[in-house]
T-cell receptor
Framework: GEDVEQSLFLSVREGDSSVINCTYT??????LYWYKQEPGAGLQLLTYIFSNMDMKQDQRLTVLLNKKDKHLSLRIADTQTGDSAIYFC??????????FGAGTTVTVRA | ETGVTQTPRHLVMGMTNKKSLKCEQH?????MYWYKQSAKKPLELMFVYSLEERVENNSVPSRFSPECPNSSHLFLHLHTLQPEDSALYLC???????????FGPGTRLTVL
């Protein structure tokens, strides 16, 4: 099955950019997602990218996809305290099955 | 508001109890999912239903029994659970298989 890996922790100063990295193993993955989970809540879809795209920008969020290296990143510009959360990378490996990473806990410090 | 609701939000049960988790989606989706989220581990897909038929069952112990009576409702029936089953159980729905999944807030389950 698909393995999705991401670093577990990231600490960033308020106002700086955050970059969260993710690698996956299945080169046939068609959609790649970033989800955000705040304390006590479920997962909220932040953005996604289709595998034939290199980059997608949505306001403060930029997703970069290197399909050759099977590497996905999420950049959050001007990081705010409200961005403190766990961020999950996920990839589709076949119909219906989303494979998730373990999540990166982002802590924003003043 | 994600359009996916789960009840109860918190549940404490003994190993001999029988309980059920409920999920309801108000998005008109045709696929629903149960995930288990344990600390510092990737989300584990447990069950997938598409058009009320089970299409995926990831070797989940029989003490977890899903039920999907219609495309808007999904249940997870629990019996004789173990303490290691304590986790956050998340429900999700999607339209089709490869489209994004929308998650509920989860049920925090503690098995004593």
């Amino acid at each position: 099955g698909e393995d999705v890996e991401q670093s577990l922790f990231l600490s960033v100063r308020e106002g700086d950019s955050s970059v969260i990295n993710c690698t996956y193993t299945d080169s046939s993955s068609t959609y790649l997602y970033w989800y955000k989970q705040e304390p006590g809540a479920g997962l909220q879809l932040l953005t996604y990218i289709f595998s034939n795209m290199d980059m997608k920008q949505d306001q403060r969020l930029t997703v970069l996809l290197n399909k050759k290296d099977k590497h996905l990143s999420l950049r959050i510009a001007d990081t705010q305290t409200g961005d403190s959360a766990i961020y999950f990378c996920a990839a589709t490996s076949n119909d219906y099955k989303l494979s998730f990473g373990a999540g990166t806990t982002v802590t924003v410090r003043a | 508001e994600t359009g996916v609701t789960q009840t109860p939000r918190h549940l404490v049960m003994g190993m001999t109890n029988k309980k059920s988790l409920k999920c309801e989606q108000h998005l008109g989706h045709n696929a629903m999912y149960w995930y288990k989220q344990s600390a510092k581990k990737p989300l584990e897909l447990m069950f997938v239903y598409s058009l009320e038929e089970r299409v995926e069952n990831n070797s989940v112990p029989s003490r977890f029994s899903p039920e999907c009576p219609n495309s808007s409702h999904l249940f997870l029936h629990l019996h004789t659970l173990q303490p290691e089953d304590s986790a956050l159980y998340l429900c999700a729905s999607s339209q089709g298989g490869v489209n994004e999944q929308f998650f509920g807030p989860g049920t925090r389950l503690t098995v004593l």
